[in-house]
């Protein structure tokens, strides 16, 4: 299984961007997409789950910001990020849970995206 990260870039504060991870190989199912983020010096955090049935999980400090489509049609998650603070700058990587037909529910990780948000 490999997940493909895109759509990191540069903006100024209070823009957008969209960032994009598609999940491609041997899936049954994905059970969990998400989005995690690690600034300098910093531990890798949550930023918002999309969970196979349709809820999702955003941290606090994205709420009302970001949200988290899903097409599960092309097992693609995208990360809407509006009103962009420079705090959340920082590496942005996408994780996957997925079942194939011999594992169950294996995490997967794609490369980094880094978002930088000027102030």
């Known amino acids: 299984v490999q997940l493909q990260a895109s759509g990191g870039g540069l903006v100024q504060a209070g823009g957008s961007l969209r960032l994009s991870c598609a999940a491609s190989g041997n899936i049954f199912r994905i059970n969990v997409m998400g989005w995690y983020r690690q600034a300098p010096g910093k531990e890798r955090e949550l930023v918002a789950a999309?969970?196979?049935?349709?809820?999702?999980v955003y941290s606090d400090s994205v709420k009302g910001r970001f949200t988290i489509p899903r097409d599960n049609t092309k097992n693609t998650v995208y990360l809407q990020m509006n009103s962009l603070k420079p705090e959340d700058t920082a590496v942005y990587y996408c994780?996957?849970?997925?079942?194939?037909?011999?594992?169950?529910?294996?995490?997967?990780w794609g490369q980094g995206t880094q978002v930088t948000v000027s102030s």
């Open positions: 999309s969970i196979s049935g349709g809820s999702t």
């Open positions: 994780n996957a849970l997925v079942s194939t037909a011999t594992t169950n529910s294996v995490s997967y």
